[in-house]
């Protein structure tokens, strides 16, 4: 499984184990009054007190689940590909663990109609801590790759860290260094929304023109994605029917293959990728 091709995931883990845990001790904090990013860049004060609501809400969520639209536009060869599906996502005892089940997909050429109706589609994602399982039930795989030896929580996922070849982890200070962040009104009044630029020279610039962000203005719960990369991509990934701090069970990030004739891969994590 190829792990670093699974960057939509990526983006939208990083969102969800930002919402459920404050800021790292750690981390680079310019003083609390402070008009700029800590590189002498002014900041949008909008946008810093989205942030700070944000993080505030650390500890609070411990759980979320949700349907999931995902949208990827590929503009040069002129195709959109949607899947639907549910995310579920925990944090429990300080291990990150989630699942992304798509149960259909529908893909049509830019400019015209998408199809009436969507095609039966069954594939996981699912991470526990430590391992990484991708299931697909056409094809009855499971491919499993270890991505830690201790299980991850939170602050393992921290902007431009963590096990994943993207970042996890929505903290204040860290998006401003790696961002020019702008608070934008959203035509929907219950969401606000926040503009990313990558700054040049930083761990983003090179995969991202844009991410802009969508939230309740109500809570600040995360409610869509929108990512443009510079190879002429547009990711849209949307939430809806939210249930937060509902009962999620453990067995649901545990995947398995179901009945005969599946083909089973698993990968330990290497020496020489290995994480103390």
Known sequence: MNVKGLRWLAVVVW???GLTHGACENAAVPGEEAADDGAGRKVDEQAVELLERIEKRAGEITSFEAAMRYELR?????VVKVHNGRIYYLVKDNVVSFRIHFGDWLEWDIGDDPPAQARPYDEDYAFDGRWLTRRNGKFKTLQRQE?????????DFRLGQGPFPLPFAIRKWDVLSQFEVVWQADKNEDREMLSLVPHEGGVFFEQYERVELWFRRADAVPV??????RDHEVTIVTWSDININGDIGEDIFR?????????????PLGDEKGEE
């Open 147 to 155: 991505i830690a030896r201790k299980a991850k929580g939170p602050d």
């Open 15 to 17: 969102v969800w184990a």
């Open 74 to 78: 590929q503009l040069l060869m002129d």
């Open 255 to 267: 995947l398995s293959p179901t009945g005969e004739g599946w083909t089973v891969e698993e990968t």
């Open 224 to 229: 869509r994605i929108r990512t443009v990369s």
